[in-house]
């Protein structure tokens, strides 16, 4: 899987080769991720989160922008 993350990140992590991963592997994978991605944006709060990685600001839908304030 390309463009792991979906919407909201859009750069490519990682492939998975799919003959030989594991469930367990699989799910490791995304729980890496979400902690290393996604749970920094939580306890850092969005303002922080949003100036260490800048791409994501353009990546926001108006209305998400407008909200926030930027």
């Known amino acids: 899987m390309e463009d792991f993350g979906g919407r909201f990140v ?6 998975y080769n ?3 991963i594991t469930s367990e592997g699989l799910v490791a994978s995304i729980n890496s991720n979400i902690k290393m991605l996604i749970q920094t944006a939580f306890d850092d ?5 949003f100036e260490l990685y800048p791409r994501f600001k353009f990546l926001c839908k108006k209305r998400v922008k407008e909200y926030l304030g930027f």
Request: hydrophobic share 35%; proline share 0%; aromatic share 14%.
């Open 10 to 15: 859009y750069q490519v992590l990682d492939s």
């Open 18 to 20: 799919l003959e030989k």
């Open 45 to 49: 709060g969005l303002a922080n989160y």
